[in-house]
């Protein structure tokens, strides 16, 4: 006998009982377009994280989510075993709910007896044949309240149709980019990477931004004999390629921004899109504050919320990586060479990561506070972040050079910026 019978017009949050990385988190449906996996997140009032459980008979359901009206699928990813959605009603999976007699707390389960489970290193949700209590396949279905079932369907509405544009950059101007919006970082920078920074590596052409990444033997400048910082350490650069930020010139604080980007998809190539907080206002890092909206490296897609912890200079980390080869190229054959729109919604609850439509990850602000002694504000996700776009070689993520795809080409076609009426402040 199942534990819990879900009323069928109430929508639930399906809350992890997990007692390490993933308690308290949901599932969310991430895309409107079937086939994509189920992540979780932290909870934010959002219908993608609101379910009905839809009688099919001898105390079966099936699942189907609040914004997409799709199903929880009934068979898995084979490559990742990750959970997937389907719009076909007769392709929806077949759960039965199953007591775990603790707290409330149930398992749910296909027919062979595996569980929905929240599997750590991609955040996808998979099938798993066991289902202890406390485990990352320990949930409870938390009902949503009708305020909140509307506070859900207003932000969701405000989502789609509530930002205003802001700002934009469609780099559509022959020659180098705008030094009224774009600085230039020099010289080799962090994370040991192998390239020299140099702004002769980006240019506008064809209307995109293009960084490129180039092979390039030359004496390093900083070059010190004997020297311990690892910038001075190299007698000689041996790559070189471009980093602009707008730091000083253009910054946010809340909003969406988008970047249509081709990024090249090679060993040893770290192309990034990233925003950071000012030291000045928010401390030195990691307590300044830093989300990826993108990193590319080592065959996979990263999206990551960093904020400072009580050890100096380390970080506490949101990560998320997904795999090119064994899921983006799955989902649409010619991903790694195709355009793709990276995307950031940030606002007074969270930090929400998107790539193509498709939800990555969900940081609720009320986690990101810094800790230690080292930072100027409690939340760097509450002050002014500016934009970073770059590419990287090697270095301490970016793995082995793959000397025969150089020169590496990283394109933008544009940034555009986006904000909901009550965060427009000119």
């Known amino acids: 006998m199942a534990a819990v019978q879900p009323h069928r017009n109430t929508y639930y ?23 994509a996996a189920l992540r979780w997140g932290d909870r934010t009032l959002d219908e993608n994280a609101l379910w009905r459980f839809i009688p099919a008979g001898d105390n079966c359901y099936r699942i189907q989510n609040r914004a997409t009206k799709l199903y929880i699928a009934s068979d898995p990813n084979k ?85 205003k544009p802001v700002w934009s950059e469609e780099f559509d101007r022959e020659g180098k980019p705008d030094k009224n919006v774009w600085n230039y970082e020099k010289g080799f920078v962090r994370n040991h990477e192998d390239q020299w920074y140099q702004e002769d590596n980006a240019i506008q052409k064809d209307g995109c931004l293009v960084i490129t990444g180039r092979r390039e033997h030359k004496p390093n400048p900083w070059y010190e004999a004997g020297s311990r910082e690892w910038g001075k350490q190299r007698e000689y650069i041996e790559y070189t390629s471009s980093s602009l ?39 030195e890092w990691p307590s300044s504050g830093e989300i990826d909206i993108m990193e590319y490296y080592r065959d996979m897609t990263l999206a990551n919320v960093v904020w400072g912890s009580q050890e100096r200079f380390v970080g506490n980390w949101e990560s998320r990586h997904v795999p090119v080869t064994d899921y983006w190229m799955k989902r649409f054959e010619g991903w790694d060479t195709a355009f793709h729109i990276w995307r950031m919604d940030w606002d007074e609850e969270s930090v ?57 080409v990283y394109k933008v076609d544009y940034v555009r910026v986006y904000q909901q009426p009550r965060h427009i402040t000119k």
């Open 245 to 283: 930020t707008t730091a000083h010139k253009m910054d946010f604080l809340y909003g969406r921004i988008e970047v249509r980007a081709q990024i090249p998809c090679h060993s040893g190539s770290w192309p990034a899109i990233w925003m950071h907080g000012y030291r000045e206002t928010a401390g």
């Open 352 to 408: 929400k990561l998107y790539l193509d439509d498709e939800l990555i990850t969900v940081c609720a602000l009320s986690r990101t506070e810094n800790e230690g002694r080292w930072h100027k504000a409690s939340n760097p996700f509450r002050t002014p972040l500016y934009l970073i776009l770059n590419l990287a070689l090697g270095g301490q993520s970016g793995g082995r050079i793959d000397d025969s795809r150089i020169p590496m």
């Open 79 to 163: 490559g990742l075993n990750c959970i997937t959605t389907t719009e076909r009603k007769k392709e929806a999976g077949i759960f039965r709910i199953h007591d775990m007699e603790e707290d409330a707390s149930v398992w749910i389960g296909y027919p062979d007896g595996k569980a929905l489970h929240a599997q750590k290193d991609y955040n996808f949700v998979v099938t798993w044949p066991n289902h202890t209590a406390r485990s990352a396949s320990c949930w409870q279905l938390t009902a949503a309240t009708e305020e909140e079932t509307v506070l859900a369907t207003m932000n969701s509405r405000t989502a789609r149709k509530g930002y």
């Open 13 to 35: 949050f399906l809350t992890s009982q997990g007692k390490d990385y993933c308690r308290e988190r949901v599932i969310y449906n991430t895309s409107r377009i079937p086939g």
